[in-house]
């Protein structure tokens, strides 16, 4: 079969720089500019930073606005199974001849000068965004924030902060407050910025870094709070009191998401009816996500099959508490890394949930953890774990000494998005 011609396209541009993370925005005013700023032509922006729950929130954020009426561009990184999963055009994933089209237009306009592949990419949903109506535009940052390739807009209608972590220190920083200040970079003048809960540390760089620009914030915690109450979500700002179901996307964290979420379409001015369709319609995959049909669904049998692409060790602690949610069944993990990640730190709060892992490589990714690595990083942190080729050969070898087990396929983005493709 003929590959499709962005998949052609986005191959070439792999090839534009030789690194795939350099953070500078030089390139991209270049760019920007030789494309005639589509940056300054896009519907409201509302730009969202921070470690962990951007996406979540961000699908949170959209299902609200959807339900009021509104049309949303939105903008998100990595893809899982399709490219296309990036950019969503007024609603719907960009079509292929859309996407072939602003790829060729950026290419071009680049003229082979150095540019990351996150870089132009980035360009090129912005110049997407530009060439079709909305009401608004929601950008995730793909790293950190002050120098990301989506931190191009003046005057947002919103900003977004959601829980800062240790992530990413090579690019980032070493210490909380580090990270904090990159992920603070997104704040505009006289722009208000909704900031979910984080460690004291790095709130203290968030406020320091808003005062400087005049930027209003709402703090979880002193302008919002959230919580869970006999089954049911409870949220309350200076507007007051909402009584909502509990968010369809599973754990704890994610009533921290939808506080954020919450926050943000008050701000925006939007009552009841968005407000509860933003914690009952998103869908975010690989976030603790249930399969139930395909070739892995099979191959497990009886077991039930979950999936979860977080990969630190706040997303491992998320992780963990959200299975105490489920039903009982002994849990088995098959789990996947990338080298740039602290294994440790994110297998830590799971050993105690799990009896085995069965550790896999990556496929196709050149920074995946061997096998044998993960594995190890396991019996150290006290998990019985043996390594497997696939992740099909793991889920037959689960199943075969455990066939009513819960297995959960975790550790990366990459490793989801390949079941994802796999499994069909």
């Known amino acids: 079969m003929t590959a499709p011609a962005s998949d052609v396209i986005l191959q070439r541009m792999m090839a534009l720089h030789p690194k795939v ?30 470690t962990n729950g951007k996406g979540s929130t961000q699908a949170m954020i959209r299902a609200g606005l959807e339900a009021a009426g509104k049309t949303v561009h939105a903008y998100t990184s990595p893809h899982l199974a ?31 000068h150095p540019i990351t592949y996150f870089e132009i990419t980035t360009v090129a949903a912005l110049l997407a965004f530009s060439r079709t109506p909305a009401d608004y535009t929601l950008l995730e940052v793909g790293l950190g924030g002050r120098l990301d390739a989506t931190n191009v807009i003046d005057t947002p209608a919103l900003t977004i902060i959601t829980p800062v972590s240790i992530d990413h220190q090579q690019f980032l920083g070493e210490t909380l407050e580090e990270i904090a200040g990159e992920k603070a970079g997104i704040l505009k003048r006289g722009v208000p910025c909704v900031v979910g809960p984080q460690e004291e540390a790095g709130l203290a760089v968030i406020e ?35 009584d909502l179901p509990l968010p369809n996307l599973i754990g704890a964290h994610q009533v921290q998401n939808a506080g954020a979420a919450l926050a943000a379409l008050r701000a925006l001015g939007y009552g009841e009816t968005a407000c509860e369709a933003a914690v ?11 399969l139930r049909h395909g ?26 508490e959200a299975l105490t949610r489920l039903s009982p069944r002994p849990l088995h993990l098959i789990c996947g890394m990338l080298n740039t990640k602290d294994i440790a730190g994110y297998l830590r709060p799971l050993a105690a949930a799990a009896q085995t892992l069965t550790a896999v490589s990556i496929p196709g990714e050149a920074n995946t953890l061997p096998a044998e690595t993960t594995a190890e990083a396991a019996q150290a942190a006290g998990l019985p774990a043996t390594t497997a080729d696939t992740v099909h050969e793991a889920v037959e070898k689960i199943t075969a000494a455990a066939p009513n087990a819960r297995i959960l396929i975790c550790g990366s983005l990459y490793l989801a998005g390949n079941v994802l493709r796999e499994n069909g």
Request: net charge negative; with cysteine.
């Open 280 to 290: 009952t319609r998103a869908q975010w995959p690989a976030r603790l996500q249930r």
């Open 208 to 242: 320091a870094h808003a005062a400087r620009l005049g930027a209003p914030l709402l703090v979880h915690g002193q302008h919002w709070h959230v919580w869970e109450e006999r089954g049911r979500l409870i949220f309350q700002d200076e507007t007051g009191l909402l």
């Open 82 to 112: 399709r490219f296309h999963e990036r950019i969503r055009l007024a609603g719907e994933l960009i079509s292929e001849d859309a996407l072939s089209a602003v790829l060729d237009d950026c290419y071009a306009a680049n003229d082979g």
């Open 21 to 50: 993370i350099d953070l500078t925005l030089d390139r991209v005013w270049c760019l920007l500019a030789a494309l005639g700023h589509p940056e300054r032509a896009l519907p409201p922006v509302i730009h969202i930073a921070g």
């Open 295 to 320: 070739p892995l669904v099979e191959a497990a049998g009886t077991a039930e099959l979950w999936l979860d692409g977080g990969h630190n060790p706040a997303a491992g602690a998320a992780l963990a």
